[in-house]
């Protein structure tokens, strides 16, 4: 009975160990590995397929008839597919992988996780601001399109005849926010109403918009330019510019009164979770707010201590004198001959100085200011910021 009962245990064991032993073996792990790059590149490509303003963004042309659905079936179905894909990805057995692909498919797990835990904050809700949001995004993408053929000034069209629904579908999110208290500030969204009025108050051809149909390729028959030029203009005149002014009057006359006062993200609903969430998603780590500000403080003063002893070491008695001295002694500045001779002239021509001087005609201010730019402002030393725009960034629910 002993007997049976050893090779019982032996022949399970051998079967255990077996079956370990194919389950780590090359044929095995290969297939694992090509089941995560599978799953990357399906995720991928449904990014694009439902993001076709982001795909457009990296030149994929596939959906350039498309604007994104900012739809609340459209936010809720990507919510279930991001759960989908995150349960796909974490049944993913990594071991015996390489460093590359185990780390890619942890930073997909987490990337999946961080927008599923998002979702409680309802992001959608607050889709505009000064740097962001459909209102500059649509504007700037005139500039990233390549327009090459016939079908690409026709993907246009059909992009251009959405605009409405998109930015009405913007305005059904920013009415749930405004009832969820979920605002940005105030004083930034009036730079909001300035964006929006500088691209609905101008004339189709020089819209940004109407800028593709004033600069045809050469090999498109004149008969297809002007049948698409018309047509463009025609969808500018009476979509798209219609539209940004409803956009604009909701903005300024219903959105910007109920933006917050207080800029802090404690002011939001659930403003400490908020931040905690921020927090694990920017760091990476579980560090509570109080800890990231004492390391903060600590790493502050350890940069001091050095900069003081920098000072002692030159003959200062303390930081203060040594800043006082690097700000008054010209003979630390260095300007090329060329520059300080263009600073000069600048500055004395009329009166005006640098900024007047290089500040561009009013028709390419009005052309500028649309696609988010040649209009800056200083906000701080060393950084120039767009005026009353903002860089593309996608948008809360499509940040992937």
């Known amino acids: 009975m002993r007997l049976l009962t050893f090779r019982t245990c032996l022949t399970l ?3 255990v160990y077996c079956s370990l032993s194919s389950a780590q073996s090359p044929s095995s792990l290969e297939s694992r590995r090509k089941a995560l790059n599978d799953l990357l590149a399906e995720q991928w490509e449904y990014r694009l397929r439902t993001s076709p303003i982001f795909a457009s963004f990296l030149g994929d042309k596939r959906w350039n008839d498309k604007l994104d659905d900012f739809s609340q079936e459209a936010i809720d179905k990507d919510l279930r597919e991001t759960q989908k894909f995150l349960t796909r990805f974490q049944a993913i057995d990594t071991s015996g992988f390489p460093e590359q692909d185990a780390l890619n498919q942890a930073l997909m797990v987490r990337h999946l996780q961080m927008q599923v835990e998002e979702a409680q904050f309802k ?16 504007p700037q993408l005139v500039n990233v399109l390549s327009f090459q053929s016939v079908k690409d000034y026709e993907d246009y069209l059909s992009r251009l005849g959405q605009v409405p629904r998109l930015l009405d579908q913007t305005v059904v999110q920013m009415r749930k926010g405004m009832n969820d208290k979920l605002m940005p500030p105030r004083f930034l969204l009036e730079k909001v109403v300035d964006q929006c009025k500088a691209v609905a108050s101008q004339e189709p051809e020089k819209s940004a918009f109407g800028q593709p149909f004033f600069k045809f390729p050469k090999d498109i028959p004149e008969s297809d330019q002007k049948r698409l030029r018309d047509a463009g203009l025609a969808a500018i005149k009476g979509s798209v510019l219609p539209a940004y002014a409803r956009f604009t009057t909701f903005v300024r006359d219903e959105y910007v009164p109920q933006g917050r006062i207080e800029p802090g993200i404690w002011s939001l609903p659930d403003g400490a979770a908020r931040y905690r969430y921020e927090i694990r998603r920017m760091t990476t780590t579980d560090l509570t707010p109080e800890q990231i500000h004492e390391i903060g403080l600590k790493q502050v003063d350890e940069i001091e201590a050095e900069m003081v002893a920098v000072a002692h070491s030159l003959g200062f008695k303390d930081l203060a004198s040594l ?10 500045r260095h300007v090329r001959p060329a520059t300080a001779r263009l600073v000069q002239e600048l500055r004395g021509k009329n009166g005006t100085g640098i900024a007047e001087a290089l500040r561009p005609p009013a028709e390419e201010q009005a052309y500028g200011d649309s696609h988010g730019g040649l209009g800056f402002e200083e906000r701080r030393p060393g950084r120039l910021h767009p005026r009353n725009c903002g860089r593309f960034a996608p948008g809360p629910h499509q940040r992937q």
């Open 13 to 15: 064991f051998l079967c």
């Open 323 to 332: 800043n006082d001295h690097i700000k008054n002694e010209r003979s630390l």
């Open 123 to 138: 992001p959608w809700e607050m889709p505009v601001n000064q740097q962001n949001g459909i209102q500059i995004e649509l």
